[in-house]
C-alpha cells in the first residue's frame, strides 16, 4: 500500500501540490488501473472503458500512419528522381512525420491538461485520437507553427469550450484542418503542397489525382496520363496527405474498429453508398468519365469514411441517424469533387457540414419514433 | 423473441440446495424498500408485536401499512440523518404468534375486500404501481396487473426451486389480484410451470437474456404505459403471500433466499424473513475479506453492508468483494483474460463459457457520453436510452415524457449502467429523473 503514502501527501486535493491534482490523476491512472470503486447502480460493471476505446483506434491508425511515413520518403524520392531502398524512403518520411506528431500532441494534450487543471476535472482521453488523426491529414511541408495555431484553435473552440470530449458537434481534427484550409490556403491547396521538398529546393509538381477530377469528361484521360491507376490508388503510393492515399493500410484500421465495436460500419456503408450513387450518377449524365468506384480510392474519402465520419461523438447518435448521416457524406464529398474546382477535396466539407446537421437528423429519428409509439394500440 | 440483452457470467450461482433455515434474534421492518411511502411510527419502543401487527402507516395513505413479519417486542427505532426513519428492530421471541386475518376463498371476494385484506395485513406494499415505481395506490384501478414469472438477473434465485410446492398459494394469489383488475403473467416458455394459472393472461416470452425477465421490458412489448395510465406488477413471492394470506389467514412471508456470488465461500438456499440480518449467513462469507453485501442481484439490488438486512422484495444476497486494486496499464493489456467485458474490445469473446470472479471496481473513470450504440444493445425496449438518460440529466420534462420516462424503472437500464464505458451512474440518473417528474406532476 505504499501508493497511498505518496498521493494524498503531495497531489491530493489540500496537499502540496494539490493544484496539480487532474495531472497527477491522468498519469496515475494512465499507468495503474483507478481503485474507484462502484458506489451506486450496478455493483459490477464491464471492464472497457474510454481509455480502452481510445487505444484501439490509435491502434487501428497505426497502420496508414507508418504506410504515411514511408509514402513521404518514397513520393519525394520520385520526385527528385533518385529511389534508395525502402528503409532509407521509411526513415526520411519518418523524420518528416516525427515533427507534426510532436506539434499535434505536445499542443494539444497541454491544452487539455491545462483545461482539466482549471475546471478540477479528470483529463479526458479523447485527444489521444485526434492528436493521431491530425499529423495525417495534413499536407507533410505544412509549417509547424501554422500546424500549432490550428490544434491549438481545434482543441479551444473545437471542443474545450463546449465541455470537453463527448460534448463537442464537430470534429477536432477536421476542424484543426478547416482551419488550415481557410486561413492558410496557399499551404493547403494548389498542387505544390503534397509532396516534401528539402529545404531551399524549387516547388516540384505533386499534383493529386483528384486534382484532375475537375476536367470533366477529359478527367479519366488526365489522371492516367499522370500515371495513376485505380490500384495504384489503392495501394496509396499517390501523393495526398500522410495517412489517407492507402486504402489498404485504412481497410485494416476499418476492420480493427468494427470488430471491436468502436466504430459504426453503418456509417462506413452509407458513405460509401452515397458516394458510389453520385458518382454513378455523374458518369450517367456525362458530368465526369470517371468510374464511380474511382471515387473511393482518390483523395480523402477513404480515411474519412473510416475514421472521421464514424467519431461516434460528432456523428449521428441513433442507428437509422446514422445511415441517412453516411450517406449524405459520401454523397455530399462526390458532388463537391464534380463541382468544386477550386478545392476538389470534398470529404472535409461534407463531414464537417454533417457533423452539423447530425443533431437534426437525430431529432428527426426520435421524433418520428415517438409519434409511431403514440399509435401502438394498448391491447390491455 | 427478445434477442438484445446479455447475461453477465459472473461467478457464484447458488447451489440448489437448502442450506438452513434462518430464525433471526433481530428482524428489520425497512420503510426505505418501499418507494413514495413516507413512514408514521405506530409503535414505541418495548411494544409487544405479533406476525401482522401494524409497525408504520403511510403518511399520505394511512390505509397503508407495513407489518412485522415476526412476533416478539419493538427492540429500537433507528434514524438516520435529519432523524429519517430507516428502520424497525423487532426481537423475536421464537413464539411464532400471529395476527388471524381469517381464512377465505379468494375466488368469491369482491375487489375491494381484496384491497381491505391487502391493506389490513400490510402486504399491499408488495404492489409496484408504474410509472415511477412506487407504492400502488390504493385509490386507482389500474389497467392491469403484470407478473413476471421468471428472472434473468444475474445469479437470480431459481424460480423453480423456490417456488416448488407454492403453486396454489401463487393461484390463490392470482385469483385474488384479479378481482381488482385483469392479471398477465410472462412465463419463459411453454414448459414453465406458471403457464397454466387460471384467471390471468399468459404470455410466452422466448428470451434468454437479462433484461426480458423485468417487467417493465415485458410490459413495453404487451402494452406500453402511456401517460395517465398506470399499471400494478407483483412478484411471485408477492403472490405467494398474498395467496397464503386467503389460505392460512396469516402474513408468511418466509422465502427461500438464495445466497450468491463470487466472493460467497458457500452458495446456496436459506429460509429467511425479510429483514433477516446478512451477518446471520454466517460461514458463507469470510469475515476477514472487504466483502459488499448486496440484497437483490449486483445490477439493482441494495449494497446493505455488513450489518444491513434483507430487503422486503428480495430473495437473494449476493456478496461480492471490494475492488480497490490497482492492474498496471490494464486499459492497454491485450488479454486481461480474467476480465469481462461485453464489448470485442476485450477477448472474453473467446471464451464464451467462462464465468468471471467479478469484484466492484469501476475500471474506469468517469467521463462524457461518447459511445453511442452500446447502450441500445442490452436494451430490449422500444426507448433511446442515452437521449432519456440525457433528458433526464437535464431535467427537462418534455424529453423525458417523449422518451419514454413513464417506461422504465432504474432497473431496467441496469444494464446498460454495467457496460457504458463512460462509467455514468445511469440507475441513479434515471431516479432522479423519476423524481423529479413525481415533484413537478404532482
Known sequence: MEENTVKPGLFEKGGKLGWLHSTWDAFDTFLRVPATVTSKGSHVRDSIDIKRVMIIVVLALVPAALFGMWNVGYQHNLAVGDLPGFWSQFWWGLWKVIPLYLVSYIVGLGIEFAGAQIK?????????????????????????????????????????????????????????????????????????VWIARRCGADAITGATPLSYLTEGQGAMDAISNAGFSFWNMFAGTVPGSVGETSVIAILIGA?????????????????????????????????TDVPAYYQLVMGGFAFGTVFMATDPVTSAQTERGKWIYGFLIGALCVTVRFFNPGYAEGMMLAILLMNTFAPLIDHCVTSSATKRRARKVSIA | MLRKGLNIPINGEAALETMRTIAPDIVAVKPTDFKGFSPRLLVAEGDKVLAGSPVLADKQNPAILLTSPVSGTVKEIVRGEKRKLLAVLVKADGAGEVVDFGVKDPGALTGEEVKKALLTSGLWPFIIQRPYGVVANPALTPKAVFVSAFSTAPLAADTGYVFNGELDAIQAGVTAVSKIAKVHVCVNGEGSAFAGLKAAAIHTVVAKKHPAGNVGVQISHISPIKKGETVWTLSLLALAAI?????????????????????????????????????????????????????????????????????????????????????????????????????????SWMLPKKKYNMDTNTHGGRRAFVCSDVYGKVLPMDIFPVYLIKACLAGDIDKMEQFGIYEVLPEDLALCEFVDPSKNDIQAIISEGIGLMIKEMA
Open chain 2, 243 to 347: 395467496g397464503k394470506l386467503f389460505t392460512q389467514g396469516k402474513v408468511v412471508l418466509g422465502r427461500k433466499v438464495a445466497v450468491t456470488g463470487p466472493a460467497a465461500l458457500k452458495t446456496g438456499y436459506v429460509d429467511a424473513l425479510p429483514g433477516t440480518p446478512v451477518s446471520a449467513l454466517e460461514g458463507c462469507f469470510d469475515p476477514e475479506v472487504e466483502n459488499r453485501f448486496v440484497s437483490g442481484d449486483v445490477l439493482s439490488g441494495e449494497s446493505v453492508g455488513k450489518d444491513g438486512y434483507l430487503g422486503f422484495f428480495d430473495n437473494q444476497v449476493t456478496i461480492l468483494r471490494e475492488g480497490r486494486d490497482r492492474e498496471i496499464l490494464g486499459w492497454a493489456n491485450p488479454l486481461r483474460f480474467n476480465q469481462f467485458s461485453s464489448s470485442m474490445a476485450y477477448f
Open chain 1, 255 to 287: 476492420f480493427i474498429i468494427i470488430w471491436t465495436g468502436v466504430a459504426s460500419w453503418k456509417i462506413m456503408v452509407s458513405s460509401v453508398a452515397g458516394a458510389l450513387l453520385v458518382g454513378w450518377l455523374g458518369t450517367a449524365f456525362g458530368v
Open chain 1, 120 to 192: 478540477g476535472e479528470e483529463v479526458n482521453e479523447g485527444y489521444l485520437v485526434t492528436g493521431m488523426l491530425i499529423p495525417l491529414i495534413v499536407p507533410v511541408d505544412v509549417p509547424l507553427w501554422m500546424l500549432a495555431v490550428a490544434v491549438a484553435f481545434a482543441v479551444i473552440f473545437g471542443k474545450e469550450v463546449f465541455g470537453g470530449t463527448g460534448m463537442n458537434f464537430l470534429n477536432p481534427a477536421l476542424l484543426c484542418r478547416a482551419f488550415l484550409f481557410f486561413s492558410y490556403p496557399s499551404a493547403m491547396s494548389g498542387s505544390q
